[in-house]
């Protein structure tokens, strides 16, 4: 699912699952800039989804 970094931003803002990588276990996204595909703990290290939610945010917000 390789897309430039807007497109991981805005489909991170639109992902009920999205659940940032901090070493506290933190999910709050309220004020977070750094919301994103590559700061969710869901994003693997082959840049993909491993819950499989990117394509279909991506199909259902035409990005």
């Known amino acids: 699912m390789r897309a ?3 497109t991981y931003r805005n489909v991170a803002k639109h992902c ?3 659940a940032a990588k ?3 276990g933190s999910t709050n996204r309220a004020g977070d800039s750094d919301v994103s595909c590559t700061t969710c703990r869901h994003f693997t ?3 993909h989804c491993s ?3 990117f394509d279909p945010i991506v199909e259902n917000h035409n990005y």
Request: charged share 40%; glycine share 0%; proline share 0%.
């Open 51 to 53: 819950l499989d939610l």
């Open 16 to 18: 009920s699952a999205y």
């Open 22 to 24: 901090d070493c506290y």
């Open 45 to 47: 290290s082959d840049k």
């Open 4 to 6: 430039d970094e807007q």
